[in-house]
């Protein structure tokens, strides 16, 4: 009877679940046609003044702005731009960010593209955001959540010269890095939505990740070009429209033997703590780049239990998150991910990272890093450390702490000319 009771309690929060990510979905798919008939009929009826003659004389300007770096935004998980996810994987994110500065088409390079099972070439991005990127053109970037994670990957390929075409790459293409909510060292996140603790990289059979999986594949199966023109998934490398692979080809990727959820090339699995493991070990700290990041929680402490720290203070559906990754235990019968994990370190959560991954990068190895509990503590910042600061707030709340690290960037900055979002 106890074991009937928890499997109706484990469906009823499928259920739940399902439901809340289909009406997600649904809001973010209406607000981009939303935001286009807008800016259509914006542009019919509204048309502006063109004979306007301006007399008065701009003052010269002292210094030249378009030598100042600019500062690139990095999504995390839920997008990429307008309408489009981008790659779901951090590494063919990180290759695809490197064009979309750059310009020129998506290479993803042989050798992973040979092991994960989709075409060499992506995206063509006919003209790069910031073309003129190099060491002399360096960039300032800000990661949200597993942007953050693009971001380191991109800049050890740029130390590697990993580009093909570009062998003067380095890590000084990148100024500085600042992480907003990163998920550096993984989430337990990840296992309650379906991960298998026991290797970090298969799908338990029922769980919200395999309906996820399954309507990511028929959506990409379908091709259907007005979806996709305001939502794709990134996953047009593996070529699963229904005109390359046929009906077949769809069945070969619903029973798990082919497409990217066989091979392992998305981003759930680099998000559990032995992905992460896996993804930072060849990852550097670099002495030239300053490195600054935003921690976020929502928990306290009460009588040594970890709960979340309120109740009115926390959207209803946030909170059911950060009570279940408050609660989550690491199977007992199961390896722990490394030497030395305790269940107590990662309780303390936002609802979708936990604090301990944000800080900063500590596994396999823990990075140079110094805690930022006071202004003060930012009078004299140097490269090649981590600065962390712990912020109340969520990884989804939209919460943009501006405080002595931000501030640290500005100044870094000096007056960026441009902000990209990407």
Not at 218 to 232: A, E, G, S, T, V
Not at 252 to 261: K, V
Request: net charge negative; aromatic share 14%; with cysteine.
């Amino acid at each position: 009877m106890f074991r009937l009771w928890v499997a109706y309690l484990q469906f009823a929060e499928l259920f739940v679940s399902s439901i809340v990510h289909l009406l997600y979905g649904f809001y973010i798919f209406s607000t981009a046609v939303a935001g286009d008939l807008s800016q259509a009929l914006n542009d019919c009826f509204y048309k502006p003044n063109m004979n306007v003659e301006v007399k008065e004389e701009m003052p010269e300007r002292t210094s030249n702005v378009d030598d100042l770096p600019p500062i690139v935004l990095v999504h995390g998980i839920f997008g990429f731009g307008k309408g489009r996810l981008g790659s779901l994987s951090i590494y063919d994110r990180a290759r695809e960010l490197f064009y979309y500065l750059k310009g020129g088409q998506t290479d993803y390079g042989e050798e992973h593209s040979k092991a994960c099972g989709h075409s060499q070439f992506g995206r063509i991005y006919e003209k790069g955001h910031y073309p003129e990127w190099d060491e002399d053109h360096p960039i300032h970037f800000v990661g949200h959540s597993a942007g953050a994670q693009v971001v380191r990957v991109l800049q050890q390929m740029l130390a590697d010269k990993a580009f093909k075409g570009y062998e003067h790459t380095s890590e000084n293409w990148v100024l500085s890095i600042t992480s907003l909510s990163g998920a550096f060292n993984g989430t337990t996140r990840t296992y309650l939505d379906g991960m298998q603790p026991e290797d970090g990289r298969s799908l338990k059979p029922i769980c919200l990740l395999q309906l996820c999986r399954i309507g990511v594949i028929i959506y990409d199966w379908l091709d259907i070009p007005l979806l996709k023109n305001y939502y794709n998934f990134g996953f047009d490398h593996y070529n699963m429209s229904w005109r390359k692979m046929g009906i077949w080809g769809l069945v070969d990727c619903l029973l798990g033997n082919a497409g990217p959820f066989a091979s392992g090339d998305w981003i759930l699995p680099d998000l559990t703590i032995q992905g992460s493991i896996k993804l930072n070990y060849p990852l550097h700290t670099f002495p030239n780049t300053y490195y600054f990041s935003y921690a976020t929680k929502r928990t306290r402490k009460i009588m040594g239990i970890t709960v979340p720290s309120s109740i009115l203070g926390i959207h209803p559906l946030l909170f059911i998150r950060v009570l279940q990754m408050s609660l989550w235990r690491h199977p007992p019968d199961v390896s722990p991910p490394y030497k030395g994990y305790r269940d107590e370190d990662w309780q303390d959560n936002d609802g979708a990272l936990n604090t301990i991954s944000m800080t900063h990068p500590r596994l396999p190895i823990e990075h140079p890093n110094r805690f930022v509990e006071n202004d003060s503590d930012c009078q004299s910042l140097q490269p090649g450390i981590w600065y962390y600061k712990l912020v109340e707030g969520n990884t989804f709340s939209g919460k943009n702490p501006k405080q002595c690290l931000m501030n640290s960037l500005i100044s870094l900055a000096t007056g960026a000319t441009s902000i990209m979002r990407v």
